[in-house]
């Protein structure tokens, strides 16, 4: 197949799109990127891409065009907006320039925002060609939950953008179950909807920690809860300091955050406001090739989202990755990602929020045997093997390409 990928973010990007293009060409489709020259998430273009540079290139046979966009700089509201709708924009222009047959399929893969799909739906209609959209986040819900805005006429002319983006697609993947119900509710016929969940990559997996390890000198020695990957505010991650707070007579018990975001300067004011710094520790940020080995010395991961209706929602692809190196899970959720750990039997839940809950099941993990502890990780490493394995989810999304461009229907 001749297929067009779309999606504002790709290598040398740190996204698993890279992964589904990779593999799709290496199944031997021929393979079309429409992306933006790569500034996530530092601001800036990186070293030797701009706007006169390395707009075309081709990498594992797959063709990459870069879109001339506005760089996002360091996240404030305008520049970002800048971001976002420049890639629409330049994408829509390329669009204009698609013939009747150039590509048999046109994949969206649709992170935030919703605007990047623009370009995708446009190419499919110019190329006559049917539109899979891959919804990562949900819009226009996404806008208020995590962008922190209630303007209802601007959630209104988002909402109407997706119900235009949703009609024009013959397929729609979500990541979550629980995205299908307000897609449903926009209109779209469940017949139109599969559920594909995103996988990890493949560094995560169980490894074993070499004695001299540097990754050992910087975990603490106890029972350590340990929590990796955007320390942000639609994390929620309030609930920890708090939870910490309660078991602070349990000197063993440790707070491990891997990752950075815009919420980590408050939370180590509070953990250290509590005086809780011998509790809770902040090791930054860490190659992602390095996570499995901090993931191993630890006792049980932290799964951690804010009571938002749209969390509730949401499959956050930490637990995959977290399932992939057989670490318990802790949860502090709500929704889709509760119900996955509860049906792995991979861990303990509380409700999103609820610090007492949190506290009382990491007391309860403290408590379990060594080999309880086990047994949940070994349901986790199971779990993710039957549902979440990278080979099984990249072969459903090639057949959901290849069913919208000869549907049997």
Not at 111 to 121: K, R, T, Y
Not at 224 to 252: K, M, P, R, Y
Request: glycine fraction near 8%.
């Amino acid at each position: 197949m001749k297929i067009l990928l779309v999606c504002q973010y790709f290598s040398p990007e740190p996204f698993r799109v890279n992964d589904i293009a990779l593999e799709l060409s290496r199944k031997g489709h021929e393979i079309s990127v429409w992306t933006g020259i790569p500034n996530y998430p530092e601001g800036r273009f990186y070293p030797g891409f701009s706007l006169f540079c390395r707009r075309r290139e081709c990498k594992d046979g797959i063709r990459i065009s870069r879109l001339p966009v506005v760089p996002r700089g360091k996240g404030g509201a305008v520049p970002l907006a800048l971001n976002y709708f420049s890639f629409a924009f330049s994408g829509a222009l390329k669009a204009c320039m698609v013939r009747r047959g150039q590509f048999d399929v046109v994949l969206v893969y649709q992170l935030s925002p919703v605007l990047m799909a623009i370009p995708g739906a446009l190419a499919a209609r110019r190329a006559k060609a049917p539109l899979v959209h891959y919804v990562i986040d949900l819009w226009p819900e996404s806008l208020s939950a995590a962008g922190g805005t209630n303007n209802k006429a601007i959630i209104m002319a988002f909402g109407r953008i997706v119900d235009w983006i949703y009609e024009r697609a013959a397929r729609i993947i979500v990541t979550s179950r629980g995205f299908i119900a307000p897609i449903t509710a926009r209109g779209q016929p469940e017949r139109k909807l599969r559920y594909i969940p995103q996988y990890p990559e493949d560094i995560y997996r169980p490894v074993s920690v070499a004695p001299e390890d540097p990754a050992r000198d910087e975990m603490p020695s106890g029972f350590s809860v340990i929590f990796t990957g955007n320390i942000g505010v639609a994390q929620g991650l309030d609930v920890v300091i708090d939870a910490a707070s309660e078991l602070s007579q349990h000197s063993d018990i440790h707070w491990v955050f891997i990752g950075d975001g815009r919420a980590r300067v408050d939370l180590e004011a509070r953990a250290k406001a509590r005086r809780l710094e011998d509790h809770v520790h902040f090791l930054g940020r860490k190659p992602m090739d390095r996570i499995p080995a901090y993931l191993a010395l630890a006792d049980v991961a932290l799964l951690c989202l804010g009571q938002e209706p749209l969390f509730a929602l949401t499959l956050p692809a930490k637990i995959q990755s977290y399932f992939a190196c057989g670490i318990p899970v802790v949860g502090s959720v709500d929704g889709d990602a509760a119900t996955v750990i509860h049906e792995a039997g991979a861990g303990l839940v509380g409700p999103a929020g609820d610090h007492n809950a949190l506290a009382s099941n990491v007391l309860k993990i403290y408590h379990y045997s060594k080999n309880e502890r086990a047994i949940l990780g070994a349901n986790a490493r199971r779990y993710y093997e039957d549902n979440f394995s990278k080979g099984k989810l990249l072969a459903e999304i090639e057949e959901e390409l290849r069913s919208a461009v000869s549907p049997t229907e």
